[in-house]
Structures are given as C-alpha cells and as structure tokens.
C-alpha cells in the first residue's frame, strides 16, 4: 500500500532554514502524472499549499512563499524535499507532504487534479 | 488568488441526519479545458486531510456514497446524505483551477 512520510526537525531557530523529506513507500516516484506536493497547516487553522515538484524537476510554488521556498526530488530515494528559508514564528505548523494526480500528464474521468494522498504531517516549530 | 468561502463554519447535526456545506469561489472555477477543478476533502481529529470527492461531483476511491458534490461556476456544496459518527471532521473545499491552489477555511461538522 503506497504511503508518504514525513521528516525533519520538529524545532527550527528563527532565521534559519526549514529542511523535511518525504519518503514514499509502495510505489516509485517516477511513475505516474503526480507532482509532488507540500501543505502546511498552523495549529487550529486551515490548509495552505506551498508548492509541489513535477518528477522531472519542474517546480510550482505559492508566491506568497515564492522567495524562500525550494521543493526538489531525488529518484534515487523516492524521496522529495522541502527547504524553507529565513523562518519566523509565523512557520510554525503541521507540514504535509501529499501527491496531486495532476492533469497536465493524464487525461480522463479519473484525472483528478487534487491531492490524492497525504502524509500523516510533521509538527515544525520555530522558537529559539 | 482565487478565494474559496464556506458557509457555514460550524454544523451540528443529529446522527442519521443531512448535511450540507456550500463552497464559494471569488470567480469561476471552470478551467480553459472545460472542466471544474473543485474537490472536497475530510480531516478527522488529529489525522491528515483525505480526498472525498474531485471535479465537483466524482467520489474518490473508497468515499462512501453518503457523499455527494454538486455545483458549478462559482457555487459548490458538499452533501453527506445520513451523517455518522465517523462523519465528525472538519471539510475543506479547494480548488484547482488556478495556481496557487487554494482552500476553503473548513466547516466543522459535529454531533449535536
């Protein structure tokens, strides 16, 4: 059964650089119309997309975090990751990593465009 | 940024009762390809968000068809024909039309 999995730190400085993996078992990264996506969400408070990373590296990030955001994918791993820069308190939260069956790659009934499958979050803290 | 609107923000409901939830967008959600982009998705108490229903009104795999979606342009609704308890969760609406994706601010669904 295919699964995604979060990492990292659960304490970052504030100025410092947010860094998590996610790890996806049960099915190769490299098949399939998915980009590859990271959301996060603050305690109490709805759900905030960041971006996503296509497998062959093509990138798409919110512009609100545009400037400090980099998603990337290693195949090798079947892994992909976040780097967040210069964090404040403000990026305290629950990040997702989750699949988007995206229709860019697909077409049919079945392309869902939306995110298919999430990991179970990581809790991300910013304080010194 | 397209805005995504729910009302209302809290449901309660009785066990074996609808409900309903409406999504609205700050403009059209029907894509350049002709289709809509708008899924709903459930989050339990302390669990990930999971998919229900994508494209307005197609459940995903494994949606109970309590679950129904309807709507189109700007106005959507989320149906839970008989809620149960498994049910208590809040539901987001998001769409998919136009980067950035956006979301909803979820509608709480609890047990009167």
């Known amino acids: 059964q295919e699964q995604l999995q979060e990492s990292g730190p659960g304490l970052v400085q504030p100025s410092e650089t947010l860094t998590l993996t996610c790890t996806v078992s049960?099915?190769?990264?490299?098949?399939?119309?998915?980009?590859w996506s990271w959301v996060r969400q603050p305690a109490g408070k709805g759900l905030e997309w960041i971006g996503h990373?296509?497998?062959?590296?093509?990138?798409n990030y919110s512009p609100s975090l545009q400037s400090r955001v980099t998603i990337s994918v290693d195949r090798s791993k079947n892994q992909f990751s976040l780097k967040l820069t210069s964090v404040t308190a403000a990026d305290t939260a629950v990040y997702y990593c989750?699949?988007?069956?995206?229709?860019?790659?697909?077409?049919?009934?079945?392309?869902?465009?939306?995110?298919?499958?999430w990991g179970r979050g990581t809790l991300v803290t910013v304080s010194s | 940024d397209i805005v995504m609107t729910q009302t209302p923000l809290s449901s309660p409901v009785t066990l074996g009762q609808p409900a309903s939830i409406s999504c609205r967008s700050s403009?059209?959600?029907?894509?350049?390809?002709?289709?809509?982009?708008l899924s709903w998705l459930q989050q339990r108490p302390g669990q990930p968000p999971r998919l229900l229903i994508y494209k307005i009104s197609n459940r995903f795999s494994g949606v109970p068809d309590r679950f129904s979606g309807s709507g189109a342009g700007t106005d959507f609704t989320l149906k839970i024909s008989r809620v149960e308890a498994e049910d208590v969760a809040i539901y987001y609406c998001?769409?998919?039309?136009?980067?950035?994706?956006?979301f909803g601010q979820g509608t709480k669904v609890e047990v009167k």
């Open positions: 990373v296509f497998i062959t590296g093509t990138t």
């Open positions: 403009q059209s959600l029907v894509h350049s390809d002709g289709n809509t982009y």
């Open positions: 998001m769409q998919a039309t136009q980067s950035p994706w956006t």
């Open positions: 989750a699949k988007f069956l995206t229709t860019r790659y697909c077409s049919g009934d079945f392309c869902s465009n939306a995110f298919e499958l």
């Open positions: 049960g099915a190769s990264i490299a098949s399939g119309s998915y980009d």
